[in-house]
């Protein structure tokens, strides 16, 4: 997994779908427009919502406000990193972000990284507790490669009871932050074995195609159904093979569970969801839904080996299913977005996405 942690350590300090759709109505795939709410962003990525307003973060670290109408209203401030932070808005209003690793893999952690902030306007970001300090203490045991210690924080959900969720792509788990700092884990993620997939370069760049390989899970994305229940979404460790990644379906209040792809219904950890690839984040919206973002329809690291400065990714919405077999999904606005970073859905069920993650960008709303 030593490439796609150094790709998503790239991917946070510089970013980081061929999805496998369930049948459904026909006129459910690729429908959808995108209307541009905010423009003229440079590198977006975090979206959140709050009451009329729309909350993003962009590639300077900076995290702003705006109207849902698409006028700014303030700058809530700038976090450490030199890549847009993950972002979330609690239902008091209160916006939290989380910093990544930055750097290479192994390297240590530049100061402000890999930490969690509340954003505070006319003021510093208030440090709320240091992710990579406590994975420190915390190591993955199920690591494959580099160190079992290693913290990337890419995705973030705040709780009702003020604590926050992180979730971490280095570290291949899910904490809980309290507001003065203290951290539990919650659930650590399985690796999955996969097989690499045709059109890579031959050997000895990569391994013959069909090889198996322990790929790790790759704990980018958290978010809070509207079920209560907390979801948590997974890119996929090398070699990234499409259709491998999974959505994970955790019991609140849980702390030590475990996401296991061989049991993937039992415990406090069960599968939501199978068949995606390059999940990025994950939105929580009505009636149970959950909007996907999948960075790169090909996968992260097709992109990657493509030297391609673009690559098309997806947005899918995702319905549950009570016999754990995948509920129906549709993908909206198919083909219309570049390297998506993040989605949010408004307290009306309007949905929004950023694109792209590198360059210029803007926030949608999905029509």
């Not at 240590?108 to 992710?131: C, E, F, S, V």
């Not at 993955?140 to 792509?169: C, H, I, K, M």
Request: one cysteine or more.
């Amino acid at each position: 997994m030593g490439v796609t942690k150094a790709r998503l350590a790239a991917v946070s300090a510089a970013v980081l779908v061929g999805s496998v759709l369930v049948a459904a109505p026909a006129e459910a795939h690729g429908g959808g427009s995108l209307k541009p709410v905010v423009t003229g962003v440079n590198s977006p990525r975090g979206v959140a919502t709050f009451w009329s307003k729309i909350i993003y973060s962009t590639g300077d670290g900076s995290v702003w406000e705006a109207w849902s109408s698409g006028k700014k209203i303030r700058k809530l401030g700038t976090v450490p990193g030199g890549f847009a932070p993950a972002i979330d808005t609690d239902v008091w209003g209160r916006t939290y972000a989380l910093t990544g690793a930055g750097g290479e893999p192994g390297a240590p952690l530049t100061p402000g990284a890999a930490t969690l902030y509340r954003m505070r306007p006319g003021h510093a970001p208030l440090k709320i507790a240091d992710i990579g300090k406590y994975q420190m203490k915390d190591p993955d045991p199920y690591n494959q490669a580099d160190s079992p210690t290693e913290s990337n924080p890419f995705g973030v959900a705040a709780l009702r009871d003020g604590t926050v969720l992180v979730s971490d792509a280095a570290n291949n788990d899910l904490l809980r932050v309290w507001p003065n700092g203290h951290i539990k884990t919650v659930a650590r993620l399985k690796p999955r074995m996969v097989k690499v997939p045709t059109g890579y370069p031959p050997p000895p760049a990569f391994p013959p195609a069909g090889t198996p390989i322990n790929s790790e899970a790759v704990a980018t994305s958290v978010t809070v159904g509207s079920d209560g229940y907390w979801y948590v979404g997974e890119l996929r460790g090398f070699p990234a093979t499409p259709g491998t990644s999974q959505i994970w379906r955790i019991k609140p209040g849980s702390v030590g569970a475990v996401c296991d792809p061989y049991k993937p219904h039992k415990g406090n950890c069960q599968r939501w969801a199978d068949g995606y690839t390059s999940i990025v984040d994950l939105a929580g919206g009505p009636r149970g839904a959950i909007a996907v973002v999948q960075l790169a329809r090909d996968s992260w690291l097709r992109w990657e080996v493509s030297g391609q400065p673009t690559a098309v990714g997806s947005l899918i919405v995702q319905w549950p299913n009570r016999w754990h077999k995948g509920g129906p999904r549709k993908e909206v606005a198919r083909g219309q977005l570049q390297l998506p970073g993040g989605a949010a859905w408004s307290r009306w069920g309007h949905l929004y996405v950023s694109a792209p993650v590198f360059g210029p960008g803007a926030i949608y709303r999905v029509r």
